[in-house]
Structure formats: structure tokens, C-alpha cells
């Protein structure tokens, strides 16, 4: 909703401060279709050139975050917790047991209760094998640590390739606004033995691919970058729990200090509070019992 508001508040000022100072928008809206086609075609051209068809679906698929915001909300990462302490409880209990639900996490009773996080194969990934590995005896916190930071690290910048991507795209506009601008130049030199009212709107016309450029790259594709770089860094701290949570395990804390390490290391518009997420554990503790 809040990007939404935002694009209409772009468009909004500009055009009401054009209108409100005395400009007329007969010219720029009968030169606008050329100058997108120009603009927009050469920018979107030039974006399927420099990115694999991988990275296109990828953006194509992160626009819908500049509308929807962050995927983890405050209630998953109650979640997450709630999930990770059944987990480590039952490790801890009964190592044989833990199997069956890190080997086959979409068949797990205890994954099935989080559908929302089971749908993310990276979160789902990341505590599957480094439970596995720590079955392994591979539990050395501070090697385990650095694995998973790196493996994280690693996802984050597979997920803000999308970003970067539309930043060039936007980096690049104004030029392409000047070449429409240039174009416009040229048409308008071919046409010097008009009156001046005719060459005035041509220009005027030529100018309107300078505008548009400019808008498009700081008024809308930039701004679409910043905001998914802005989302991928947020929904990189519940990967980021998840290693808290793992690494405590491995220094053979309760499964309750655990739990606490992960909700003192959750962002604070998204923490739970503590009697909030007692209250979750006890109501796991009742029904396993």
C-alpha cells in the first residue's frame, strides 16, 4: 500500500506543480507514447541483454515485493521459534527420532504445523543440514557459525540480484533520455523552415525524452531497486535467527535459552514478547504431552 501512495505522490506533484505553474500537458502527452517506446523499449532492451532469463523471472517476480513488503511477519517468527524449540527438544530426547523430520521435512508432523515456513526451502534447508551435520558429529559452534554466516551471505546475494539489476536499468535511463531528447534534435532540424510556434513544440516534444528519463530513474525504477534491496535485507534476519538458534544448540544451552537467544536477536518491530512466546511453548509442551 505504502508504494502504491508513493508512485501516486510522484506523478501526483509533478504533474499538479507542470499544471499549477502553466504548463500545458497537450505536448507532453502527444509525445509520450514515442518517447516510452524509445526510452522504456531501449531500457527494458538493454536489461534482457545484460541479466540471464533466470535473473528476468527473478525481477519479474520481486516487483510484487515493492507492494507487499517484507514475506516474514511477526507471527512467523513466533513460528520459527516455537518450531526450532520443538526440534531441538526432541533432538535432544531422542536423536534417533530427529531423523525422519530433517530427512524428509515435507512428510515432518512438525513441519507441517508451520506451512508458511516449510514453503521456504532455504529456511527449511539451512535447519535441516546443519541438524544433519551436528548428527554427524560436525558441532563445533564456532565452525558451524562461520558455515552457516557464509551460506546466508550467500543467499542474500542471489536474492538481491534483482535490485542491482534494476539499479543499472536505472542508472542507465537519463542516457537513454537524452538519445530520445537527441532524436527529437534531429526531427526538429529537419522541420528549420517552420514558424517558430511549430518548431517551439517540437522541441518541447524533444525535450519531454529528457523529462521522462530522468523520471524514470529516480521517481520509479531507482526507487523499486531501493525498496527490494530494503526487503531482502529485512527477511535476511529470520535466516539470521535460525543461525542464533542453531549455534546456541551447539553450545549445548536448553532448549528454552535457545529460544531466547533467537527472540533477543529478532528485530524489534518483529519480536515477540517473552511471555508471548512462553505462552507458544507451553501450548507445544500440552499438546505433545
Known amino acids: 500500500m505504502l508504494g502504491i501512495v508513493g508512485i501516486i505522490t510522484v506523478f501526483g ?11 500545458d500537458l497537450k505536448i507532453v502527452i502527444k509525445a509520450l507514447p514515442f518517447e516510452m517506446m524509445i526510452i522504456g523499449g531501449a531500457g527494458v532492451g538493454a536489461f534482457l541483454v545484460s541479466n540471464e532469463m533466470a535473473a528476468v523471472k527473478q525481477t519479474l517476480k ?4 515493492i507492494f ?23 533432538a535432544r530426547k531422542n536423536p534417533v527420532a530427529i531423523e525422519e ?21 532455504e529456511a527449511v534447508a539451512l535447519i535441516a543440514d546443519t541438524m544433519r551435520s551436528a548428527s554427524m558429529n560436525y558441532d563445533d559452534p564456532h ?3 562461520e558455515v552457516l554466516e557464509k551460506r546466508i551471505d550467500a543467499h542474500i546475494a542471489e536474492m538481491s540480484h534483482s535490485s542491482h539489476a534494476l539499479q543499472t536499468m536505472a542508472d542507465g535511463l537519463p542516457a537513454l533520455g537524452i538519445v530520445a531528447a537527441v532524436l527529437g534534435v534531429i526531427k526538429t532540424m529537419g522541420s528549420i523552415d517552420q514558424p517558430p510556434e511549430i518548431l517551439g513544440k517540437m522541441i518541447g ?9 530522468v523520471l524514470l530513474a529516480y521517481g520509479v525504477v531507482g526507487p523499486f531497486a531501493a525498496k527490494i534491496k530494503a526487503t531482502v535485507e529485512e527477511d535476511a534476519h529470520f535466516y539470521r535467527l535460525i543461525r542464533e538458534v542453531l549455534v ?4 549445548q544451552h536448553s532448549p528454552n535459552i535457545c529460544i531466547e537467544v533467537g527472540r533477543q536477536n529478532t528485530p524489534a518491530h518483529n519480536r515477540p514478547n517473552f511471555s508471548e512466546l512462553e505462552e507458544a511453548i507451553k501450548a507445544l509442551k500440552k499438546e505433545a504431552a
Open 13 to 23: 506533484m509533478i504533474v499538479g506543480g507542470f499544471l499549477l505553474s502553466g504548463g
Open 62 to 65: 520481486d516487483l510484487g515485493r
Open 68 to 90: 507487499k513488503g517484507p514475506k516474514w511477519k511477526e507471527a512467523d517468527y513466533r513460528d520459527l521459534m516455537c518450531l526450532m524449540f520443538e526440534l531441538i527438544k526432541l
Open 101 to 121: 523430520h530433517i530427512e524428509s521435512p515435507e512428510h515432518s508432523r512438525i513441519f507441517l504445523r508451520y506451512p508458511q515456513i516449510l514453503a521456504d526451502k
Open 143 to 145: 565452525q558451524v557459525e
Open 205 to 213: 516534444s524533444a525535450l519531454v525524452g529528457t523529462f521522462l528519463g
Open 248 to 251: 546456541a544448540n551447539l553450545h
